[in-house]
């Protein structure tokens, strides 16, 4: 009998990330991830996601946190594991395309602040607006990761993927991510993906799914028996529904098979026991939803993410057209081929699910287009894999003439402007890169920022004023 060769599988840990990003809004504090930071470090992570993302926004937003001061004390507690964040091409963190100035320098920052891995992904798969974020890691002697946006459709063949792959492969990422973000990728189609990757390339394939649609451990198992070397997970209080398979869970299934992770069970299991108090917490505040927590198989049916899906009934509730559901459910999938057919990840989905929102309750289609709309149609955020719509493509931008060109060749440096205009508030180098982002918002705390430290100030005054009784 032949020997069976011993591989076993890596975990990448997103509870300090993806995991609260599917589950709480983002909302989990730099305060609540720190006293467990230890021992996570002690587990033997392949690396932990623990940045980028909506966490970016959501702490400067809704935290009153500077990101960048998370980094940096993640990065110290953090001794022996990678950090890794998510990174959205030419987009950044944000939801439009910047200049390549603003591209390099985000990534140098992210690097030098303490990220290890960039998990690099456009929202088309327009490999065109990956390459800025790549080579400037590259330079940085970082790990690029690019990601392919998973999804279903005639255009997305065996082939289109093991294409796609090479050519990032070419392009000089060290590793390749399958992002499934809807739960899409079911178990034999993951052999079947995996397996073709492998014939393809080199470099180590990691899988990332979400449990929205139920199927996402059974697709993790057949994915590493075909070759996956890296597989994505939560710790199990924030785990399932609409978040990743339980990291606990994974590394029981493979313990005395070739794939075992080695990872400790009972380590694992002190950390969880840390994590549960605030999943109680989140949900006696409603924070964490009940419904982000089950299977919803309409992932499958309608391939819309969850998260999309929970977006459309808040629309049309607001609307007073919560009747229309299941025909909004029915055009998104239209609105989809008309745009060229991309994946449904951010801001595509968004893109894509507000536009047969308002085609639906129109009574008419394209009636109402939003802006993103247009300028999606308009070629701003990229080549598509198939073609646009001419007709819908036509009544929706007239004889705006589409760019074929990567849209950032079309955006002049933006660095040195933007550190003119915000240069009242600078106390940092990555204070201008907070404030391309998120204008308004960066804004916002800064002026939270100085009012903190001019409280502290006054604090500190009248205790040096205070006269002490000899």
């Given at each position: 009998m032949a020997e069976i060769t011993k591989k076993p599988i890596k975990i990448t840990e997103t509870i300090l990330r993806d995991a609260?990003?599917?589950?709480?809004?983002?909302?989990?504090?730099?305060?609540?991830?720190?006293?467990?930071?230890?021992?996570?470090?002690?587990?033997?992570?392949?690396?932990v996601e623990c940045w980028g993302g909506a966490t970016f926004d959501a702490s400067l937003r809704f935290l009153k946190e500077d990101p960048w001061e998370r980094l940096r004390k993640l990065r110290d507690g953090f001794k022996n594991t990678k950090l890794q964040m998510l990174f959205r091409g030419q987009n950044i963190l944000g939801y439009n395309h910047y200049a390549d100035d603003v591209v390099e320098y985000f990534v140098q920052k992210s690097l030098a602040n303490g990220i290890d891995i960039i998990r690099i992904f456009d929202c088309l798969n327009d490999i065109r607006n990956l390459e800025t974020a790549v080579k400037a890691a590259n330079k940085e002697n970082g790990h690029a990761q690019i990601a392919?946006?998973?999804?279903?459709?005639?255009?997305?063949?065996?082939?289109?993927?093991?294409?796609?792959?090479?050519?990032?492969?070419?392009?000089?990422?060290?590793?390749?991510?399958?992002?499934?973000?809807?739960?899409?990728?079911?178990?034999?189609?993951?052999?079947?993906?995996?397996?073709?990757?492998?014939?393809?390339?080199e470099i180590p394939i990691d899988l990332h799914t979400h449990y929205t649609s139920g199927v996402a451990a059974m697709t993790y198992m057949k994915a590493v028996e075909a070759g996956c070397d890296i597989i994505d997970t939560a710790m199990s209080p924030f785990a399932l529904g609409t978040s990743q398979p339980a990291t606990e869970v994974m590394v029981e299934t493979f313990r005395g098979t070739p794939y075992d992770t080695g990872l400790d069970q009972n380590l694992l299991s002190e950390i969880a026991e840390?994590?549960?108090?605030?999943?109680?917490?989140?949900?006696?505040?409603?924070?964490?939803?009940?419904?982000?927590?089950?299977?919803?198989?309409?992932?499958?049916?309608y391939q819309v993410p969850g998260g999309m899906l929970s977006n459309l009934v808040s629309q049309l509730k607001e609307m007073g057209q919560e009747d229309k559901y299941e025909a909004v459910l029915a055009e998104v999938p239209r609105v989809r081929q008309d745009f060229g057919e991309p994946p449904l990840v951010t801001p595509?989905?968004?893109?894509?699910?507000?536009?047969?929102?308002?085609?639906?309750?129109?009574?008419?289609?394209?009636?109402?287009?939003?802006?993103?709309?247009?300028?999606?149609?308009a070629g701003e955020f990229g080549q598509t894999v198939k073609p646009f719509n001419s007709e819908v493509q036509k009544k929706c931008i007239g004889d705006t003439e589409?760019?074929?060109?990567?849209?950032?060749?079309?955006?002049?440096?933006?660095?040195?402007?933007?550190?003119?205009?915000?240069?009242?508030?600078?106390?940092?180098?990555?204070?201008?890169?907070?404030?391309?982002?998120?204008?308004?918002?960066?804004?916002?705390?800064?002026?939270?920022?100085?009012?903190?430290?001019?409280?502290?100030?006054?604090?500190?005054?009248?205790?040096?004023?205070?006269?002490?009784?000899?």
């Open positions: 609260h990003q599917s589950l709480i809004a983002t909302r989990m504090t730099t305060e609540q991830m720190l006293p467990i930071i230890d021992k996570m470090d002690q587990v033997g992570y392949h690396a392919l946006s998973y999804t279903l459709g005639d255009a997305y063949t065996m082939d289109y993927w093991k294409d796609i792959a090479k050519k990032i492969e070419d392009m000089g990422a060290k590793s390749l991510c399958i992002k499934d973000m809807a739960g899409l990728l079911t178990p034999y189609q993951a052999t079947e993906l995996v397996t073709a990757l492998k014939e393809s390339v840390y994590f549960r108090p605030l999943r109680e917490e989140a949900l006696a505040s409603g924070l964490m939803n009940t419904k982000v927590l089950g299977v919803d198989i309409n992932t499958l049916r595509s989905s968004q893109i894509v699910g507000t536009q047969a929102v308002l085609n639906v309750v129109a009574g008419e289609r394209y009636k109402m287009v939003t802006k993103e709309s247009k300028k999606l149609l589409p760019i074929t060109c990567r849209p950032a060749d079309l955006i002049e440096p933006q660095l040195k402007k933007l550190e003119a205009e915000m240069s009242q508030w600078k106390e940092q180098d990555e204070d201008i890169l907070s404030y391309a982002l998120f204008p308004q918002v960066a804004t916002d705390f800064f002026k939270y920022r100085e009012a903190q430290k001019t409280k502290v100030d006054a604090t500190l005054a009248d205790k040096e004023n205070q006269v002490y009784p000899v």
